[in-house]
């Protein structure tokens, strides 16, 4: 099987932060942030290989932030697809810093038809509300 497998890197911030994001008190990178970075680079690892008008949506993270990261540094995050079944891509990630990994775990994605999928979550709006 060809590996399909990419890397994402930003620079932690300000903004990046749990204290910023409101996951947590401190000036470090926010879980939340390490898991977005993780969905980005299963995403780029898909690109080229989806047909016109299909997506993928995040279903599934089961992921471990295992360190700390100071602002100022810089974060990479690579996904790797192990395994695919029908429209269910699995991927195994991590994250590190340039200290070493900070993170690791699964993440799973739905391929889905974008126009259909987004025609049925917008139809949400049009429902009583009760």
Known sequence: MEIIKATV?????????????????LRVYATPAMLALIEKAACK????????????VGTLLNVKHLAATPVGMQVSATAELIERDGRKFVFSVTASDECGVIGEGTHERFLVFSERFTEKTYSKLSKEQV
Not at 9 to 25: M, Y
């Open 9 to 25: 890197t930003e620079a932690v911030s300000e903004q990046n932060t749990a204290l910023s994001v409101g996951s947590g008190s």
């Open 45 to 56: 690892a898909l690109e080229g290989l989806l047909a016109e008008g299909e997506t993928t």
